[in-house]
């Protein structure tokens, strides 16, 4: 299944066995870094079982994520520099693997923080439904969605988080474009649509919906065995659930863009895919060609001549 992620100005793909991340320089070129990538469901066969393949392949996604963020961060300082042509420098990789798990670290701690303890300390501190399991949860998961939206809407404001959305659009539609058969063109890609049934900004809503109803369930259980729920009991055990969520809503998104084009389908992801009005914007063509080298160099096609991709010039960098 093809996935991909938006980087500062470029794209980062994932196919079958391979993980291919494109960035423009500021020189106009393109600059392409491959790695081999074997997903936890192919190195352990529980892995592959339902809700814990999700569940499993959202931190791997979370890793690839951070790493190839990184990556591009590190081009975009380079150019900035003006050093080494535009390439960053190397880094000893126990600094790097240590900068890594750090950042990985933070950003679940702060993603914790905001979408999760807040939530659950101001349904408490603001209402009167602490032990009331449905309507808590109802209104914990209305604050959750609140400050997500309002989060992705002050990110929208920001000039470098508008290309970033971009480049988000340019992921969506040249992967509509391979899944369709249409072929990787800018001409192809151009004409799909920027709203993808299997995105992540999709995911995230669908975790906070099921996490109303399975939070609801586990705190009525809580309350018929210990007769009294507090704000700290729910926030422990509730993060204990959170893996189980992420593996249901996973499965649910999974099942959902399968059938994107019925009429129930299409009911049920249209809410993801009007949320990805805020997260994707459409993209130009020099955004598209970017996207498009990802996926060739993901799937393992030769990168495409000047005369397809209007002479774009690419560095290819394969890391084994």
């Known amino acids: 299944m093809l996935g991909g992620q938006a980087v500062i100005e470029g794209v ?8 291919a991340t494109a960035v423009r320089k500021a020189d106009g070129s393109i600059v392409v870094k491959k790695e081999p990538h074997v997903s936890p469901g192919e190195r352990f066969w529980l892995f592959k079982l339902p809700i814990l393949r999700g569940a499993a392949g959202l931190i791997d996604m979370l890793i690839i994520g951070i790493r190839t963020l990184n990556y591009s961060a590190e081009i975009a300082m380079a150019d900035a520099e003006g050093g080494a042509n535009g390439t960053p420098r190397p880094k000893s990789s126990g600094k790097h693997t240590a900068q890594l798990g750090l950042t990985v670290a933070l950003s679940l701690v702060g993603g914790l923080a905001l979408f999760f303890a807040a939530p659950l300390y101001l349904a408490t501190r603001f ?3 602490e032990q009331d399991p449905l309507a808590f949860n109802l209104v914990a998961g209305l604050i959750r969605v609140a400050i997500f939206l309002g989060y992705l809407g002050l990110l929208s404001l920001m000039k470098d988080v508008l290309r970033l959305f971009q480049y988000h659009g340019a ?37 906070m919906v099921t996490a109303i109803l399975l939070f609801a369930m586990w705190d009525a259980l809580l309350i018929h065995w210990v ?26 998104i999974r099942l959902s863009a399968r059938h994107s084009e ?29 996207a498009v080298v990802a996926l060739r160099a993901a ?22």
């Open 227 to 252: 007769g009294q729920i507090t704000v700290f009991l729910r926030l422990g055990t509730h993060l204990i659930l959170l893996p189980l969520i992420m593996g249901v809503s996973y499965e649910f």
């Open 262 to 290: 019925t009429p129930l389908g299409r009911l049920i992801v249209l809410p993801g895919l009007l949320l990805q009005r805020l997260t994707t914007k459409e993209p130009d063509d020099r955004q598209l060609e970017v």
């Open 171 to 207: 992921e969506h539609k040249t992967v509509f474009a391979q899944e369709k058969g249409k072929g990787l063109s800018v001409d192809a890609c151009r004409t799909q649509s920027r709203f993808h049934p299997r995105c992540g900004t999709s995911f995230l809503l669908v975790v």
């Open 12 to 19: 980062m793909m994932r196919a079958p066995g391979m993980v």
């Open 127 to 129: 209402f009167s439904v």
């Open 299 to 320: 799937l393992g096609q030769d990168l495409p001549d000047a005369a397809t991709m209007k002479a774009v010039t690419s560095q290819l960098i394969s890391v084994n």
